[in-house]
């Protein structure tokens, strides 16, 4: 200790004078009054009367000038230094002021014998910082049974023992529960020293000195009229007297929200890319404004009352969709930086088009269960393997670290969404707050012993607090809630009447969990939707499940209530080429349509059905040859392999077979011209 290494016994007994001055007083001692300086008298508008009454100035033998007692030189030392850092400012980020507490009381010498995560000079002062801002450092005091084996781990061998004596430690944790317990932090020292330390003045006061050289308890002022106190750390008080968060209350949503628009979104934009290749910026693979702004149009389009409260605009969920069918292998990116870079379904990408959403779905979730078996302890951020949507939502927030390993929050995370299953709807907002305070597992891991650190990007924070903690788990469930369960289906989201978000977990949800066998998903409730024999497709109210199945038979027109849709010859063409059929289509307007599909809207989608047609595509080679002759010589040297498609042309559609069909025609006197 620097500044309040002192006789504390001392400074209690100037504590009732100090309490008797005026605050202008006050503040014109610890502003203006020096040790090796005499204070001129009737330089100042304060009355400093007062000030030489209770024994802080002495007047000189010639009666002009104050000089501080010599005996005050510590007291003055201690109160400068608590005016300098306001230990007990109501300011709600308190850890620079801990940093600075630090840097001014503790040598380098006591940082390093203090820190339990010793790491060097360096980095000790935030090491320090943070480990005498958290309960454990009082709790693990509370425990430590012989003041001998505490003086040996946190206190230098070449500085003098604070505790001198078992009595003085255990005076010592007298003060630290009471003033744990206390519902005021901090208590003025003459209060306090009324209560422990009447019997045995000097007692009490080392113990207060060793309490400061280990950090365990602090000097500030309270209140206005700026009394010397002492209290423990002010966010270690708050975190001990907290109040219990209850569970999260059951509440009815006045709207709810119900569909995996993740996979409508990959439909979309995988439709898109089958009918032409989808452009990609050279820069980060991203997609084009334009592309955004035309395959935006024809995506599930999301209530207001959600999309204010969550950033779902359709960029970010396009480049969500695509970084999933990428990962899935899906699509592919073909071409080359800056020329024609862009993206392409793949074979696997083909088939997965024709299947039901349900089964869509289901190939996304198996990815993600199969993903939850892999082992993400040595991988940042809990990247996604290829053929596979992961976890990488997590990504979005820092991870958090155990003896340099990333702590697999997937299964936890899932595990506390699973846990409401079957139950009523609950805000989001307590549902988080309580799992974050209540549940949090990174502080039971540390209540249990373990140190964790928080791994940024481009550096890892030890030893961090509870408070860290607790909103690094807060955002990681907000993210999975916002980035996964949401868009796939797993959550049911809805809106109080005060604009509050509340969720609730599907039966989708529950299989993704391994809770359920299996799940399914369609649109068999019933729709204020109607297809009209101009084949126009009306919504007389707001139905994004029916949206999703209309967006791969029919074009969107509008947004909103009305007409949104409408069956054309090119929906129906491209519906063909992602391999449905005319009665599949028929059958995806018929589960959306409150009335009967009319006859004529039938009848013309299997007529524009039936006029598609596949055809095999494949690339030939060409010997063009100067007369009929040489093309037939070419033919009998090739055999099989090679066909007539005119007098003098010769295809081999073999490529592989080009190189050895050369060399024989070079034997027979034919090369390349």
Known sequence: MKLLD???????????????????CKLLFIKRVESNRRLVLGRT??????????????????GNHLLLPKELVAFRRVVRAMDRLPVFHP??????VMTAYVLEHFSYEDQYALCELNSGYGNCVRLVAKQLGQHRWLERFLAEDDYRNWESSHRSSRRDPLFFNEET????????????EHDVNPRPLIELAGILGRRSPIRFGAAIRALMGFGLVFPGFSGPEMEISI?????????????????PEPVAPAQQLDVAFLIHDMTTLLVASAAEPIRLRAKDYGLFARVVRDVGDRIIALPEWLTAAVTYTPESRLEHARVAL???????????????????????GETWLPLSDGERLKSVLDGMRKDLKADRRHRYHFYDDDEEVGFSCFGRTASVMKDREYVDVRGIAIDVFAACSGGAPVRLSEFLNYHAEEENPFVRMQDAGETLSVAYEWYVDAGVDDERLVAEWREMLAAFFVDRLVPLGCAVVGVTGAGELTLSITQVGRYLAGVADDFSYGHTEQHDVVVQPNFEVVFLSASPSAEAALAQVAERVGSGLGVLFKVTRK???????????????????ASVSSKPIPKNVSRQICDWAGQCRKVEVSTAVLFECPDKETALKVKSVG???????????????DRKALRGIEKKLRKNGITRG
């Open 6 to 24: 002192c006789d504390w016994t001392a400074i209690t007994q100037v504590a009732p004078r100090w309490k008797e001055l005026p605050l202008d």
């Open 45 to 62: 508008a304060i009355d400093i009367e007062p000030l030489v009454e209770q024994g802080f100035l002495n007047p000189t033998m010639g």
């Open 91 to 96: 300011d709600p980020d308190r850890r620079p």
């Open 169 to 180: 430690f255990r005076k010592a944790k007298e003060i630290v529960v009471d003033l744990s």
């Open 231 to 247: 209290g423990i750390w002010p966010s270690v008080h708050e975190r001990l007297h907290r109040i219990v968060l209850p569970p």
């Open 326 to 348: 990428q990962q899935m292998g899906l699509c592919k990116v073909k071409g080359s930086s800056g020329k024609d870079l862009a993206i392409v379904p793949t074979k696997r």
């Open 571 to 589: 929906s129906v063409f491209e519906a063909t080429a992602n391999g449905l059929e005319a009665d599949a289509i028929v059958e995806r307007l």
């Open 639 to 653: 055999g099989k392999k090679l066909s007539l498609i005119s007098e003098t042309v010769v295809a081999l559609t």
